[in-house]
């Protein structure tokens, strides 16, 4: 029998992170399929991180990040090079993974090119078009693309189906950001030998932070790092880390407002064995970040997120994270209230809704039975049940 060869996609650094169960996983039914590994590299230093941190090689990196690339020119450089690259590998299958340009952009090449794709995370949806920016539309776009839906809980499942998505083709599998955590939080680690040493995180309540978002570039991110400082100012045990992230865009008014304010720690993005260490030794999770809110309730850690609405409402629906948006009011009264009532704070704990750690293994499991011609490709029992 000729194995199937099945092509996956990844850009940035979330993808990476939360494909890289899913490559071990399909290499290890290397009997019945081939894969072939290709970075966009839309990212590069906080790819490179991801890759290095996991050991994966791509078979293929198109090397394509410009410094402060348009979404266009983003597009237009991932669509002529996909073009090229899947016409060369000829793969069965094209997997690609969440929301980014690059998979929107490579779901289409594909499509013209009448290689069927298989969307993991499928079926988020803030159902507003502008929010997040450009990430709403990216995956609704590949929703249409794609033959394969692989829903990360039954919420995004339901969204599918909304959208006159055929059941057959949709699977609730888990998040597969728990199976990338599951492996590295036991992987012992040390912030004496990180690259952040100096850091005297063990002396203070840590808020840890993070914001990118497109959609909140200019006033909102300049609100979110007003009330930062507002709230060293007031709490004197509490310290703020925040790794920036390299879009210049972020990086400019962060490091205007930020810069030498005493107990903020604006530092590099660090790899992501450092960031969930951050996390585990973090007093409260701050973030507009989407995986970071899929991560803080597996870390059992209290979640307010800058955003004005979320396409992962899961957490906010079981009470463990609130959506505070980006007043400076705001989110000082939200984080002074954890830091002031342990009973708001203990009440912020609770169990992951986004998945057990068993994702890749079902899409592996899904795919192979694809590339086999089996049917039906994954039992109901076996899905994820949130
Ligand atoms: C992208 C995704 C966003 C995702 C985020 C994860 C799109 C349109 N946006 O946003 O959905 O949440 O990644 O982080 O797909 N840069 C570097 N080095 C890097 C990465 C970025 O220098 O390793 C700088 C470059 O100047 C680059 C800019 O950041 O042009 C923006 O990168 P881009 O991927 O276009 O957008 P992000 O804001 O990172
Ligand atoms: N992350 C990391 N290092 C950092 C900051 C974040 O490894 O310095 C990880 C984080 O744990 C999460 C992912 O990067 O898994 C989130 O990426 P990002 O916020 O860039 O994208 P989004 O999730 O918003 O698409």
Redesign the pocket.
């Known amino acids: 029998m000729n194995k199937k060869k099945i092509a996956i996609i990844i850009g940035?650094?979330?993808e990476a992170?939360?494909m890289a169960p899913v490559v071990f996983a399909l290499k290890q039914r290397s009997n019945d399929i081939d894969t072939v590994v290709i970075a966009t590299a839309q990212h590069r230093q906080?790819l490179d991180?991801?890759l290095s941190l996991f050991n994966i090689v791509p078979d293929i990196d198109l090397d394509l990040m410009r410094p402060n690339q348009s979404l266009n020119d983003l597009t237009c450089r991932v669509l002529q090079l996909m073009q090229k690259t899947l016409a060369d590998v000829n793969p069965d299958l094209l997997m690609v993974q969440?929301?980014?340009t690059t998979v929107f952009a490579a779901s289409v090449a594909a499509f013209y090119l009448k290689i069927p794709v298989a969307h993991v995370e499928a079926g988020l949806r803030s159902h507003e078009l502008y929010n997040p920016f450009p990430?709403e539309a990216n995956r609704r776009l590949t929703s249409i693309l794609a033959q394969i839906h692989l829903a990360p809980t039954p919420l995004a499942k339901e969204n599918l189906l909304n959208e006159g998505t055929k059941e057959e083709n949709i699977f609730v599998t888990g998040n597969t950001?728990v199976d990338?955590m599951s492996t590295l939080l036991n992987v012992p680690f040390s912030f004496s030998e990180s690259p952040i040493k100096n850091l005297p995180l063990d002396q203070h309540r840590v808020i840890l932070v993070?914001s990118?978002?497109r959609e909140s570039l200019g006033e909102d991110l300049k609100n979110t790092c007003l009330a930062l400082k507002e709230i060293v100012r007031r709490f004197p045990d509490v310290m703020v880390v925040y790794?920036v992230?390299l879009n210049p865009n972020v990086r400019k008014i962060v490091m205007e407002i930020l810069s030498d304010v005493e107990r903020i720690a604006l530092?590099?993005?660090?790899?992501?064995l450092?960031?969930?260490n951050l996390?585990r030794n973090a007093h409260i999770i701050v973030?507009?970040?989407?995986?970071?809110?899929e991560?803080a309730p597996t870390l059992k850690k209290p979640l307010l997120v800058l955003r004005k609405l979320t396409e992962r409402p899961e957490a906010f629906n079981a009470g463990l994270s609130k959506i505070i948006g980006t007043s400076t009011n705001k989110i000082v009264s939200e984080i002074s209230l954890l830091l002031t009532d342990d009973k708001a704070y203990r009440a912020m704990i609770g169990s992951n809704p986004f998945g057990d750690g068993k994702a890749s293994d079902r899409i592996a499991e899904l795919v192979s039975r694809w590339a086999k011609n089996l049917k039906p490709l994954f039992s109901s029992e076996n899905e994820f049940k949130g």
């Open positions: 940035t650094r979330p992170i939360k906080m991180q991801v969440g929301d980014t990430e950001v990338a993070t990118h978002r790794p992230h530092i590099e993005p660090v790899d992501y450092c960031f969930l996390m973030t507009d970040s989407g995986g970071v809110q991560e």
